[in-house]
């Protein structure tokens, strides 16, 4: 499959947990990268390979995956969570790059 | 630091071609993927293609028949061009280095808005 999909918005009170999903075929043999995009700004990693965190992302972003389902875990959502996500990783080929539709999410 | 800055025009016509050039700044120039990805307003990220040792170059299967990136070491540049361009290729064109395997797209250009009008 060449596809990632992603649900189109999710929300979450402030504080509380929330879990982004993705979901494609890809995922059972390649690792999902997450980046968080806030409006006019590039993308920013949060994490990657399996559930490593770039320098400077708080240790409230965690990262799972199961079978063709990968999951980005916010525990203790902020404000400056709000922002799009997207899921990421390489086709099954390993040639190829592949990006999720992206989940806005929204803290109230 | 490794900083890339996209360069080209702004506004394209359609059917003609769009090209755009990404310097790179400090950093190795070689072992990563240099990599092109757009967002059309309001979009999603959409992966252009990537270059590797300014040799090997993949590319998005939709977009394949209109794409060629390719690489200069010694300027330390990469490009895009994407031939035969519609409304539809309007966006915002980022350049970034991508590190796998061994990490994930880390570094990104701010973006370039390409609009395709006449």
């Known amino acids: 499959s060449s596809e990632l999909t992603q649900d189109p918005a999710v929300s979450v009170a402030l504080g509380q947990t929330v879990r982004i999903t993705c979901q494609g075929d890809?995922?059972?043999?390649?690792?999902a990268t997450w980046y968080r995009q806030k409006p006019g700004q590039a993308p920013l990693s949060v994490i990657y390979i399996k559930n490593n965190r770039p320098s400077g992302i708080p240790d409230r972003f965690s990262a799972s995956s199961s079978g063709s389902t990968a999951s980005l875990t916010i525990t203790g959502a902020q404000a400056e969570d709000e922002a799009d996500y997207y899921c990421h990783c390489r086709d099954t080929s390993g040639n190829l790059v592949l990006f999720g539709g992206g989940t806005k999410l929204t803290v109230l | 630091q490794v900083q890339l800055q996209e360069s080209g025009p702004g506004l394209v016509k359609p059917s003609e071609t769009l090209s755009l050039t990404c310097t790179v700044s400090?950093?190795?120039?070689?072992?990563?993927?240099w990599t092109w990805i757009r967002q059309s307003p309001g979009k999603g990220l959409e992966w252009i293609g990537n270059v590797q040792n300014s040799v090997s170059a993949y590319y998005n299967p939709s977009l394949k028949s209109r794409v060629t990136i390719s690489g200069d070491t010694s300027k330390r540049q990469f490009s895009l061009k994407l031939t035969s361009v519609t409304t539809a290729d309007t966006a915002v064109y980022f350049c970034a280095r991508d590190a796998y395997p061994r990490g994930p797209i880390d570094s990104w250009g701010r973006g370039s808005l390409v609009i395709v009008s006449s």
């Open positions: 400090a950093g190795s120039f070689s072992g990563y993927f």
């Open positions: 890809s995922l059972r043999s390649h690792y």
